[in-house]
């Protein structure tokens, strides 16, 4: 069943990824730091992460079938397409703004470590 609402939750994740690589790359970060980010996000293994993008699947279903959303998410906050992320009431949308706001911390430069929301001497 689809979610109602914006066309985003139909775009296939498999488009967007390369915007994310390239957007990450142009600032000097690495493919393998976006897989880490999203496999923290959603739980998905490398092979899970990449079948994912082979099967060309819509935001929605790549959020409904990852393995497990980390419970750490909650703690991502700032503005994303001008809109804060924590105050998205719609959960697919937050899921998706909390993705985007992750790689806007990469391509900003900020170390993995306060990406990933690792508590402090871990």
Not at 93 to 114: H, Q
């Amino acid at each position: 069943m689809s979610a109602p609402g914006h066309r985003i939750y139909r775009a296939s994740f498999a488009s967007i990824y390369p915007l994310y690589v390239a957007k990450a790359e142009r600032k000097g970060r690495t493919r393998a730091e976006l897989d880490e980010i999203l496999r923290w996000l959603t739980g998905y293994g490398q092979a899970g992460l990449e079948a994912q993008i082979a099967s060309n699947c819509d935001l929605e279903a790549f959020f409904a079938q990852a393995p497990r959303m980390n419970p750490a998410r909650t703690e991502i906050r700032g503005v994303v397409c001008g809109v804060r992320v924590e105050a998205i009431e719609e959960p697919l949308m937050r899921e998706i703004r909390y993705m985007d706001k992750l790689v806007d911390e990469l391509a900003k430069g900020r170390a993995m470590a306060k990406i990933l929301r690792s508590p402090v001497g871990a």
